[in-house]
């Protein structure tokens, strides 16, 4: 856009509502406090920024940005002296962080993904939690990209006065721990109440009944809150080889999402379940809380998306299609790829090169896994199966080790058959396990 066009359009297109809006957007207001001031709600605050963002000729298919960043973008470069001087930095040059944490919540390199079209995975979420008694169910293997959804949910929360707690499941894998249902559940409730230091121990814990103790608990802690509570379970799946355990857990959590229809009280919980795989036990589907509420499946980034996160690097987007045939749209591979073409002056040339050696910027990340893979002989042998074969390999009587490669991230499962998840781990893993 030339500034005579957009000079037109601020000129005679424009609303006072319009006008309104991008000066509490310009003064780097917040969208909550935004949404007080237009007196509406939070999500229309959203569409008023896209309205306006299309008449200033914003197209959603051919930007890599979200409306807000465009209108700050243009009156930046047209009208600099109407924005805020932090808001024009913030979107001129973010600091490059090593990709080694979840993103954060504010963060300018969280990238929004879409399980359907024209709805993000960050929208349903938001919109399950605003629901009494809700549970929500976030899939994905490790280091695509959970912990940085939870980031999210959890900002939501404390946008809406909830209060939230994360817990996560491989704190809790500990000899004295698993050795019985009642003794997980009660370190699980330990530490949940911990989490509240105003909150104590009940002194009548029953040993033999440790789910209606941690029920009770739960239900004295809902009615002291007296707010709604996000409880946030992350690596659900690492009790997952310890089938009773698994059994009896997953039954509780279903009864206390079932409660919500029964008692009031129990309205105010929301529970969000995260996990790598697919139970691969034997679970009684009244029981089980992984066929209610809304479910999440963290897929790899498109290429759009991918694009967006090379711009947000001010790299050229051109290297899309050599980094993607590499890596696929693995979102910590490509993050680690940015990163490194960013900070350490990597051509893509030479990263294509390097990647899958021990002297590329993979090795940590491949000597963990082989590690993990070495220990376990059946996941071994069924990975280099897989990496042998030219086409996707059905292992319906080897489902166990499968679900467990596909947790790691390195397969893909399509249907009944597994493949390499890219050709990143295909070159690497198939010269090291052949």
């Known amino acids: 856009m030339n500034k005579e066009i957009f000079e037109y359009i601020y000129s005679s ?20 406090e935004i949404a007080k001031a237009l007196k509406c709600v939070e999500t229309n605050v959203s569409h008023k920024f896209k309205a306006i963002a299309k008449k200033f000729n914003y197209l959603e298919s051919n930007q890599d940005c979200k409306p807000t960043e465009y209108l700050v973008k243009i009156f930046s470069k047209y009208k600099p002296d109407m924005v805020d001087q932090q808001l024009i930095k913030s979107y001129a040059s973010y600091p490059i962080l090593m990709p080694d944490k979840p993103e954060e919540a504010d963060s300018p390199f969280y990238i929004e993904r879409y399980q359907v079209p024209r709805r993000s995975v960050e929208s349903q979420c938001y919109e399950a939690i605003e629901k009494p008694g809700s549970l929500i169910r976030i899939k994905a293997p490790k280091k695509m990209g959970k912990t940085s959804l939870i980031n999210q949910i959890q900002a939501r929360a404390n946008d809406n006065n909830y209060i939230s707690q994360y817990l996560r499941f491989d704190l809790l894998i500990e000899p004295p721990n698993i050795t019985s249902v009642n003794n997980f559940i009660k370190a699980f409730n330990k530490n949940l109440i911990s989490l509240f230091p105003d909150v104590s121990e009940r002194p009548n814990w029953d040993d033999n009944n440790a789910k209606i103790s941690c029920t009770k608990d739960l239900k004295s802690l809902l009615l002291n809150l007296h707010k709604n509570f996000v409880l946030i379970l992350d690596e659900v799946d690492e009790i997952f080889q310890y089938p009773e355990i698994t059994k009896d857990f997953c039954g509780m959590l279903r009864h206390w999402y079932e409660e919500s229809n029964n008692v009031k009280i129990w309205k105010n919980l929301r529970i969000v379940i995260a996990y790598s795989t697919e139970y691969h036990g034997k679970l009684d589907i009244y029981q089980s809380p992984f066929n209610v509420g809304s479910s999440i499946e963290l897929k790899e980034f498109t290429e759009k998306e991918v694009t967006r996160l090379i711009l947000l690097y001010q790299l050229n987007s051109k290297i899309v299609t050599d980094l993607m045939s590499m890596v696929g749209g693995h979102p910590y591979l490509i993050r680690l790829a940015l990163y490194s073409i960013c900070e350490e002056e990597l ?22 896994h082989l590690e993990t893979i070495n220990k376990r002989p059946k996941i071994k042998t069924v990975f280099q199966e897989i990496l042998k074969a030219n086409d996707p390999v059905s292992f319906s009587d080897k489902n166990r080790e499968v679900r467990q490669l596909e947790a790691m991230g390195l397969i893909k499962i399509q249907g009944n058959k597994a493949k390499t998840r890219c050709q990143l781990y295909q070159k690497y893993f198939g010269e090291f396990l052949a």
């Open 13 to 32: 297109q424009l609303t006072k509502d319009d006008e309104k809006i991008l000066k509490l957007l310009f003064a780097n207001k917040q969208r909550k």
């Open 347 to 368: 051509t893509i040339e030479k990263f294509l090169e390097e990647a899958p050696t021990d002297s590329g910027i993979y090795r940590d990340h491949f000597s963990r």
